[in-house]
Structure formats: C-alpha cells, structure tokens
C-alpha cells in the first residue's frame, strides 16, 4: 500500500510538472503588427456606450452576475448599468475635496455573492489634506454599508532617521495651524475581497508622493465586523536591502502588486527590487510586533525574474509591476522592469518553484489571468497594447491598434465566469471581447 502510494504520488507530480512545462509566450514585437491566429482569435463581438451623463469612465468592473457593471467616472459619481444596452440602474454621488486631474471613485472589487463592493471616502471631503479610507458600498444602490477607520503610518526607521507614528494632539495642531498635511496618514490603495468574500485584503500608502513610496502596508480585515485581523508593513529584504534608505529600499516602489494564493492561504506581493515574496498569517503577526522596520521580517522570497536586457546593468532588479496567479494556483505571472523601458513578462511554476519563460521586450503594466490557458495584457502606459494570449498553444488571440480594435490598455476586465472581456474601447465606448463560436466558460 505504501508502495503504491509513492507511485501514485511520482506520477501526479510528473503529470503536474509535464502540464506545466507546455506553458509557453508567443514573440510579441514592440514595432509592427502582430501575428494572430484568425481560426481561434478572440474578436470585439458588440458596443454599447453606457448611460453614465456624458461623464469620462475612471474605472469598471463586472458585476457577479456578468449583466451589469459598475462604473466610476472622473466626475466622482458611480454607476450600475446593464450590459444589455448600457441603461443606467442607479448613480450615486462620489464627490471628494482632493480630486487629482484624472481621478475617481475607483471600485477595487465585489463580492463574491454580488451584494456589495469595495470603494473608498475621504476622511474630510472639506478639507483638501484628509485622505482616503476604504468602504463598502452596496450594489443594490450604490449606498454606503460599512466605513473603516483612516489607517495612520507606523513607519519608523532609524538608520533613515525617519520617524511616521502619530505623534500627537500638539503637533498634529500644529502641523494644520502651518498649512501642512499630517505626514502620519495613509491612503487606500487597492482592496479586495479574499477567503469567499469573508476577508478583505487592503494595500495602503503615504498620502505624500515622491520618496515617500517606501511607506506601504498590507491590512486583512474581517468583512462583517471591519475588525482588523493582521497587518504587514513593507520592507526590504535583507540580502537586498540598503539599510540607508527608507526601508532599505533604493527604488521607489511606485506599485505594490499583490494576490492572495487561496490554496495556501498566503499572500504573494513584489517589490521595488525585484522580489516576489510570500506571507503567511504568523510572519505578518511577526512584522506587525516589531517596531523599527529595519527588523521587521519581509517574508520568505520565492522568485526573482532576471532581465535579458543588456542595456541594464543590475538583472536582478527588476521593479515588480503587476501580479497573477492562474485560478489552479499553479503558475503565476508577474512582469517587471525598469522605468525607461524594457518591461518583461515572466511566468513562474509555484509547484516545481523553476520560471517557466520570460517575454521578449513587452512592456506589460497590467495582467489578469482567468483560466490556467488565457492570459490578458494592459501594456504600462495609455499609449500601449492590449494582447489576450493562448499559453498553452503560444499564439496571440487578440491584438490592440489605433482603430476600430482600440483599446485602453488600463481599462479592461474579465467576466467571473464565461469567456468574455469587457473593456473600454474610444470615447465612453464599452466593447464585449469574445472568440468565435459562441461563449463558453474559462
């Protein structure tokens, strides 16, 4: 029994490493056209332009039940529609004091059984220096169901000489009464929901930009109550770190990509150094005890993509960008890069812990991944492509250009669960992405 045991247990890990091994990236060109196979690519099947007061879409998300959507605009309001028609089903007032010249009420995720989705506030809309707090609205109306208290900046480092804690009454009054914004507030970043909506998972950062971009934490909150469950505040890690730096970080960490790894109950995130790192339950405890972020543990690493480039001098340093993990939990795909260019893909087995490919020069911003076989691609700027890729097969379904295909790389999202994609094409114009011969699930 025993024996047979070990040769079933060889040959499902053969099985499992053989699956992944024809996992593989089609060339993608930065210049010219790109190739696409016309018997299985995916094509825009329908338009609709929402009923959303001629207002510029900021963000959109599907609804669980695939017919409708919920859309911010730059305005400060939100929406649900139909995606039958584009009709409006409610709008909802989003106003703030501190809107930044392309901004909006961002809806980071919904839940599971469609009842609610996350947003946020702003802690005082009359006052421009007040920062964004995360919240839960309800689909039904777009009402506000639960608010979670503004998160201040527990930073504090020694060897930068850098100190964040809430200091206090006196200072905080005296800090307004000069005309500044407290240095001690953080703002919501992104949020969703984990463990079948149960959880939240939130990102936060300095409410200040420039080299403040060190300052991030990872909050896990308990849906129902609000209560906060774990904390994690970013850090370098120590074969990496300069303990001279804010975190001992020497790039600034301009995104802060992470996802939840449901069948370990772990968190994946990646960093400004080119580390993806995992977290458990027990190490987030650990950093959240420790005070001076120069000793807090960062967690295990679990892989550094490497760059081809030969115009960039240090290949381990490529700057994590965006993060996503096949729904199996078996490959994650993560690019990385360096702010002048030369953003690469890379595909790494979680199983066999080896990197699977890594892209030609494609400068990839934005990656979901509905199914272990489809990938999606938004490139890093506005200006970019938009690829859905087969993996399996390595051949390229879908290509953006400049007219009837366009696309806003940035703007895009997947249904929850049938093979359909739906994003924001020229004006307020909202495409359906299908391919041929009907829908089917991923």
Request: contains cysteine; negative net charge.
């Amino acid at each position: 029994m025993r024996y047979t045991n070990l040769v079933l247990t060889f040959v499902f890990i053969s099985l499992a490493t053989n699956a992944q091994s024809v996992v593989k990236f089609p060339f993608i060109s930065n210049q010219g056209a790109n190739v696409m196979n016309s018997d299985s690519s995916w094509q825009i099947q329908s338009r609709i332009t929402p009923s959303i007061d001629g207002q510029t879409i900021y963000n959109i998300r599907y609804h669980v039940d695939g017919k409708s959507a919920i859309i911010g605009t730059t305005d400060f309001y939100l929406y649900r529609i139909s995606l039958l028609d584009g009709s409006m089903i409610w709008k909802t007032d989003a106003k703030m004091m501190y809107q930044k010249e392309f901004d909006g009420p961002k809806i980071f995720d919904v839940s599971p059984d469609g009842k609610s989705f996350l947003s946020f506030g702003q802690s005082d809309p009359n006052l421009q220096t007040s920062e964004r707090f995360l919240l839960i609205r309800s689909t039904e109306n777009g009402g506000i169901t639960k608010v979670f208290k503004p998160e201040f900046s527990l930073f504090h480092s020694i060897t930068a000489d850098i100190d964040y804690r809430y200091p206090g009454d006196e200072v905080r009054l005296s800090r307004e009464e000069s005309g500044l914004a407290p240095n001690w507030i953080l703002t919501i970043d992104n949020a969703k929901f984990i463990d079948q909506g149960k959880r939240i998972l939130a990102s936060y950062k300095h409410n200040m930009d420039g080299p403040h971009f060190y300052d991030r934490r990872l909050i896990v909150y308990d849906t129902n109550t609000g209560r906060k469950l774990n904390d994690f505040q970013l850090t370098a890690d120590p074969n990496s770190a300069d303990w001279s730096q804010p975190a001992g970080f020497e790039i600034a960490h301009y995104q802060f990509p992470y996802q939840y790894l449901e069948k370990r109950n772990t968190i994946l995130y990646g960093n400004a150094h080119g580390r993806i790192h995992e977290l458990n339950d027990t190490t987030m405890n650990q950093n959240s005890k420790i005070s001076l972020v120069e000793e807090k543990p960062a967690g295990p690493i679990i892989y550094i993509p490497q760059s081809d480039s030969e115009d960039i001098q240090v290949k381990d340093r490529q700057t994590i960008r965006s993060i996503a993990i096949t729904p199996d939990g078996n490959t994650l795909y993560c690019s990385g890069g360096v702010e002048s260019g030369y953003i690469q893909l890379y595909a790494f087995n979680l199983t066999t812990k080896k990197e699977i490919f890594r892209s030609s020069l494609f400068d990839v911003g934005e990656i979901l991944a509905p199914s272990s076989q489809i990938l999606v691609l938004g490139s890093f700027t506005p200006s970019g492509k938009f690829y859905i890729v087969d993996t399996k097969k390595g051949e390229i379904l879908f290509a953006s250009d400049d007219d009837e295909n366009y696309i806003h790389p940035n703007l895009f999202i997947t249904h929850p669960k049938q093979k359909e994609i739906l994003a924001l094409s020229t004006g307020n114009q909202i495409v359906f992405l299908r391919p041929q011969g009907g829908t089917t699930p991923w």
